[in-house]
């Protein structure tokens, strides 16, 4: 079973580890992205990527930048609408896969774990997580979790969602993993009563 981790919104910890990066680094958004990568504008839809390895989040414009950014590159073609992705079965299987890239000899975030829609039936803005592997496989184990969804603007707001990376995954209603939860499962349109009520994240 591999070491899980916790993405504590501004704090991650490394189960046996203890090991924590910077409060800072949990709502960090890119203001220097390269060309096509712009930080969203107010009134648009954003699509945002985090990190679970370092809790490290940009948001971009652009749903094809957002998927690009959380894949390292490995996806660039993705549609420019969310929706219309979500509804691409190539793609989804692509993002499905758990396919981890090196840069420099170190495993990269590269496979994307889940995308978190705004709005039920995939729409509106996106939310990605990112992780240097996928899962295991067992639903016996937990992989990945985040202990409490940030920023507020995402917490509370999810819609509805799509794993990736060889990953099923629950919403709970509560910080921590409390409260309501869905089952696990790799896709959601409508979340029922955890519909703008979700705020931690549990992957197996």
């Given at each position: 079973?591999?070491g ?5 919104g501004?704090v991650?910890v ?19 992205a ?16 985090v ?8 948001c ?9 950014v959380a894949?390292?590159?490995?996806i660039?073609?993705?549609p ?5 992705a ?8 692509r993002?499905a896969?758990?396919?981890p ?6 495993t990269?975030?590269a496979?994307?774990?889940?995308t978190m829609y ?9 939310l ?16 990945w979790?985040?202990?409490?969804i ?7 707001e ?12 629950s919403?709970?209603e ?6 309501a939860?869905?089952?696990f ?5 409508y ?8 705020s931690?994240?549990r992957?197996?």
């Amino acid at each position: 079973m591999r070491g899980r981790r916790i993405a504590a919104g501004a704090v991650l910890v490394v189960l046996g580890i203890g090991s924590a990066v910077s409060p800072a680094a949990a709502d960090q958004r890119s203001a220097a992205a390269g060309p096509g990568q712009r930080p969203a504008a107010a009134g648009t839809d954003r699509h945002c990527v985090v990190d679970v390895s370092t809790a490290k989040m940009t948001c971009y414009t652009s749903f094809r930048t957002a998927i690009a950014v959380a894949t390292a590159g490995r996806i660039t073609d993705a549609p420019q609408d969310a929706r219309a992705a979500a509804a691409d079965p190539t793609l989804r299987r692509r993002l499905a896969a758990a396919t981890p890239v090196k840069r420099d000899g170190v495993t990269a975030a590269a496979t994307t774990i889940g995308t978190m829609y705004e709005d039920r039936d995939y729409d509106g803005g996106t939310l990605t997580y990112s992780a240097p592997s996928g899962c295991t496989g067992p639903t016996s184990d937990l992989d990945w979790q985040v202990e409490l969804i940030t920023p507020e603007h995402w917490n509370d707001e999810i819609g509805s969602f799509l794993a990736g990376g060889n990953c099923w995954l629950s919403l709970f209603e509560h910080r921590g993993w409390g409260g309501a939860s869905t089952p696990f499962t790799w896709l959601d349109d409508y979340l029922g009563v955890l519909d703008d009520e979700a705020s931690s994240i549990r992957w197996t």
